[in-house]
Structures are given as structure tokens and as C-alpha cells.
């Protein structure tokens, strides 16, 4: 067999489909695969139109496709279509070009061709489930990212992104991790802690863009990155609103157990102080004005009434006494308080109200009301020390929609009337900001207090339907304020 004929063996039993047109565009040979795969005889594709064996939607690009590359004569190239069969299937084809000539001049093209059916079923495949995957990450209620070792910002879905406050993810990408932890070291050690596990879990402090901070439940895994290098990939939900119910929960209930046993002991404690002070009384009636021991007798009874004081205000954080709720106006009922404020707060303080020009109707037994006020008042004297200085106090009102009701945990949205209490002291250290409403807990001197003012407060508040929170940095002061529902006028 001679190379020639070698060759055209090679051709003509060759697996891929090889073909040859004139400049016209039809075939003058075609090989038996080409045949087979089209389902034509030989003899039935000589001299037809190559563009007939293409499907209508990709004629007009393979026309231009074909006919640039012999305009600009380029040597080679190769172009994907979908072809259609002598029986009418469709089938993909991926086919490389070349232009043949003679001498100078050009004579015609041949092709070398391939069925690529069922790598595009593959690749159409691939497109959906990463479509469909992209779809899902994108879609996400909750924060997905990827990240390299060192805390670069590899990629993240837009649910990330509006968690922490960012416009856009490519913005939040321009960001690292060190901007998004609260603190660094904790991301270290977090990364250490995990670091021969596959998963790790844990709750931990993120930063928004806008400076405040939030709680997020943080499950990641180590990931091999296209480089080769380690990195993290995370899932990230926002539990700032749950820890902060739950915080409440525990608090509330403790102070349930705390006001069970407040209420036992003060009325067992109210019945030996009757007796007491009665005895007293006796005592002092029997004694002359003159008698060493009456002095004795008036200072049991002193004592006494002291313990009286403390019971009575047992029994209001206990919540066992009726009290009558009334509507009361704020705008004018915090005003008028304004000199018993100020002698309860002394000569070093200053008292300055502000309201807001409008009513702000709260229903409360108005006895209890004051002693919030007393009591706010008080803790903000206190918190100054004997340098003194100012205690403001606004009266506003304000509509919290559900987003802003997380910051004041068990609030539903709705109209709220507000009192602040701002006080010029040193702040409370951060150790104990989570004990402030605890009952019986102070820093006093504990014969200067009993640790129940903030706990009255808080106790009033809930029953009044509102609540009571805190915001403090050390040496910049301390702001109180007290929420309750507004009540609507006709």
C-alpha cells in the first residue's frame, strides 16, 4: 500500500468526521463517519450546502463565521454548532477550519469534526447545578463567605453584606476580616481552637459597618483554595436579637425566684417589725422625757421604721402590692416633680428636664412613677460621687418599627413614650453592666443602699408594659431609658 493510499485509509476509516468544500461552500468529500453521523449516504452530501446540515438557530452565525475567516484569510479556526441530522436530530458539533490553497490562490476548505453531543449535555448539566447552587448561596437568608488564612475576603453573598450594614458585596470585599471581627485576637483563637477539627462552631462578636456591634452563630470549615493555600469557608446567622431574649429570659426569671422569696421574707419580716415598733411605742410612753432610755427606745424604733421602708420596698419588686394605673400624661407629670427630684439628688447635682411640646399619655400608678424617677435619679447621683455635676432628663416620644424594637428586647414595634436619664459620672465598668438590674446587687457601702432601686425600676417597667435599658462607657457617664406603651388619644 502505497503512503497515499495509507493516508486516505486513515481518512476514510477515521472516527472523526472530515470533510472538504469548495469556496461555494459544498462538499467535495466527505469520509464514512461524516456519512454515518449525519445519516446520509456519501453520495446524497457531495455537492450539497454545508449550511443545510446546520441548525436554522446557528445558519446565520456559521455563514458569517465561515465567510470572515476566508475574507481574512485565516488559516485556521474552529466554531461550535448544533447540526441537524438527515432524521431531523439535533447534535452538537465542534469543528476546526482550515482553508486550503494553491500556490496563491485559495481553492477551498476542509474540516475535521467531532459529535460533542454529550460533552455539552455535561457542560449544560454543570451550568444548571451551578446556576442552581449560585442561585441558592445568593438567595440565602443567612451570611455565606470565603476567606483566605490571613482574613482576606475571598468572596460572600449579598445576605452577608446586609447583615453587616455594606451596600454591595464587592464593597464588603474591599473590607477584611480584622474589620468585621470586634476583636482579632478572638478570630485567632478561634482559628486555633478548631484547628484539628473539621467543623467549628461558636458565637461570637461581629462589627458592622456602621460601629455597632452583634452577635452572630458562626459554623466554617478549613477549605484547600484554587492556589493551594488554606482558607475558611462560613455560614454566619445573626443572633444578637436571640441572645438578648434569652438574656432577658434568665434575668426575669431570676428575679421571679428573687421576688418569691422577697415576698415571704417581707411579710414575715413586716409582722416581728409591727411588733417592734409597737414595743416602741409602749416603751416610749412609759419612760420620762428625761430617761436615758428613752433615747435607746426612740432609736429601736427609728431602726424599725427603717426596716419598715425596706419591706415596703420588697413588696413593690415583689410585685405584691395592687397598685390603680392611671393615665398620666409625661409632659407635665415629669416637670412637676422636678423639686423632689432635686432635693433627693442634693445640693452637688443639677436637675435639668427636658420635654418635647407634646403629650405623651403612659398608663401607671403614678406613686410608682415617681419612684422610678427617685430611684434613676438617685443611681445617676450616686454613680457622680461627691464631685456632683448634672443629671438630664428628656421626655420624648418614639415609633420603633421592628428593626429598631431589637434594640429593647421584648418590645414589640408600636408608639412608645421615653424618659432618658443622663448622668455626667463614670460609667459602669463593662463586668457589670449584665448584673445592673439584679436585685440586692450594689457597689454601695451596704448601709447606703440595698441594691433594689434598678430592680424596682425594671419591675415597674414590665408591669407597666414597657422595659428599661442602658447604655454606659466608663468615663463618659451612663443613660438610662425608660420605655412604656403610649396610650392612644382620640
Known amino acids: 500500500m502505497s503512503v497515499h493510499d495509507h493516508l486516505r485509509h486513515i481518512v476514510e476509516f477515521a472516527q472523526d468526521l472530515i470533510y472538504y468544500c469548495d469556496l461555494e461552500g459544498r462538499f467535495t468529500y466527505v469520509n464514512r463517519a461524516a456519512a454515518r453521523v449525519m445519516g446520509y449516504a456519501e453520495a446524497e452530501l457531495v455537492g450539497r450546502h454545508y449550511l443545510t446540515l446546520v441548525h436554522p438557530d446557528f445558519q446565520s452565525r456559521a455563514a458569517e463565521f465561515y465567510q470572515s475567516q476566508v475574507r481574512e484569510r485565516m488559516p485556521a479556526s474552529y466554531f461550535e454548532f448544533v447540526a441537524l441530522t438527515k432524521a431531523g436530530h439535533s447534535i452538537w458539533i465542534g469543528q476546526h477550519v482550515q482553508l486550503v490553497q494553491d500556490g496563491p490562490n485559495l481553492v477551498g476548505v476542509h474540516a475535521i469534526a467531532r459529535d460533542i453531543t454529550h460533552q455539552k449535555t455535561i457542560e449544560e448539566k454543570?451550568?444548571?447545578?451551578?446556576?442552581?447552587?449560585?442561585?441558592?448561596?445568593?438567595?440565602?437568608?443567612?451570611?455565606?463567605?470565603?476567606?483566605?488564612?490571613?482574613?482576606e475576603i475571598l468572596d460572600a453573598n449579598p445576605a452577608l453584606a446586609r447583615m453587616l450594614g455594606y451596600g454591595s458585596v464587592d464593597e464588603l470585599r474591599r473590607h477584611r476580616m480584622s474589620d468585621v471581627w470586634v476583636s482579632v485576637a478572638d478570630r485567632t483563637a478561634a482559628i486555633a481552637e478548631n484547628a484539628d477539627r473539621e467543623y467549628g462552631t461558636a458565637d461570637v462578636r461581629w462589627r458592622r459597618k456602621d460601629g455597632s456591634t452583634m452577635i452572630v452563630h458562626l459554623s466554617a470549615r478549613r477549605v484547600e483554595?484554587?492556589?493551594?493555600?488554606?482558607?475558611?469557608?462560613?455560614?454566619?446567622?445573626?443572633?444578637?436579637?436571640?441572645?438578648?431574649?434569652?438574656?432577658?429570659?434568665?434575668?426575669?426569671?431570676?428575679?421571679?425566684?428573687?421576688?418569691?422569696?422577697?415576698?415571704?421574707?417581707?411579710?414575715?419580716?413586716?409582722?416581728?417589725?409591727?411588733?417592734?415598733?409597737?414595743?416602741?411605742?409602749?416603751?416610749?410612753?412609759?419612760?420620762?422625757?428625761?430617761?436615758?432610755?428613752?433615747?435607746?427606745?426612740?432609736?429601736?424604733?427609728?431602726?424599725?421604721?427603717?426596716?419598715?421602708?425596706?419591706?415596703?420596698?420588697?413588696?413593690?419588686?415583689?410585685?405584691?402590692?395592687?397598685?390603680?394605673?392611671?393615665?398620666?400624661?409625661?409632659e407635665t407629670a415629669v416637670p412637676t416633680r422636678a423639686g423632689a427630684l432635686q432635693r433627693a439628688a442634693g445640693g452637688?447635682?443639677?436637675?435639668?428636664?427636658?420635654?418635647?411640646?407634646?403629650?405623651?399619655?403612659?398608663?401607671?400608678?403614678?406613686?410608682?412613677?415617681?419612684?422610678?424617677?427617685?430611684?434613676?435619679?438617685?443611681?445617676?447621683?450616686?454613680?457622680?460621687?461627691?464631685?456632683?455635676?448634672?443629671?438630664?432628663?428628656?421626655?420624648?416620644?418614639?415609633?420603633?418599627?421592628?428593626?429598631?424594637?431589637?434594640?429593647?428586647?421584648?418590645?414589640?414595634?408600636?408608639?412608645?413614650a421615653r424618659i432618658s436619664v443622663h448622668d455626667t459620672g463614670g460609667g459602669i465598668a463593662p463586668s457589670m453592666q449584665a448584673h445592673v438590674f439584679e436585685p440586692f446587687f450594689t457597689t454601695k457601702d451596704p448601709a447606703k443602699g440595698a441594691g433594689l432601686g434598678l430592680s424596682i425600676v425594671y419591675s415597674v417597667a414590665k408591669d407597666a408594659g414597657g422595659t428599661v435599658t442602658f447604655t454606659s462607657t466608663p468615663g463618659r457617664g451612663t443613660t438610662f431609658e425608660l420605655l412604656l406603651p403610649l396610650v392612644p388619644t382620640p
Not at 354 to 370: F, K, N
Open 225 to 330: 483554595l484554587e492556589d493551594g493555600s488554606t482558607g475558611f469557608e462560613g455560614i454566619a446567622e445573626d443572633v444578637t436579637e436571640r441572645h438578648a431574649l434569652e438574656e432577658q429570659l434568665r434575668r426575669s426569671q431570676r428575679m421571679e425566684a428573687v421576688g418569691r422569696l422577697a415576698r415571704g421574707v417581707a411579710h414575715d419580716f413586716n409582722n416581728v417589725l409591727a411588733a417592734i415598733i409597737g414595743s416602741g411605742d409602749l416603751l416610749q410612753m412609759q419612760l420620762s422625757e428625761n430617761d436615758p432610755a428613752r433615747v435607746e427606745a426612740m432609736e429601736i424604733q427609728k431602726a424599725a421604721e427603717r426596716g419598715a421602708s425596706l419591706t415596703r420596698r420588697l413588696l413593690t419588686f415583689a410585685r405584691s402590692q395592687i397598685v390603680e394605673a392611671e393615665v398620666v400624661d409625661l
Open 126 to 151: 454543570l451550568r444548571k447545578s451551578e446556576a442552581h447552587y449560585r442561585s441558592l448561596i445568593q438567595g440565602a437568608a443567612y451570611g455565606m463567605y470565603r476567606t483566605t488564612m490571613a482574613g
Open 348 to 416: 452637688g447635682v443639677e436637675i435639668r428636664i427636658a420635654t418635647r411640646g407634646r403629650p405623651t399619655p403612659v398608663r401607671i400608678e403614678p406613686g410608682q412613677l415617681e419612684q422610678v424617677l427617685l430611684n434613676l435619679v438617685a443611681n445617676a447621683r450616686d454613680a457622680m460621687g461627691p464631685a456632683g455635676g448634672a443629671v438630664d432628663i428628656v421626655v420624648d416620644a418614639v415609633s420603633l418599627d421592628v428593626k429598631s424594637a431589637a434594640s429593647y428586647p421584648g418590645l414589640p414595634a408600636g408608639d412608645y
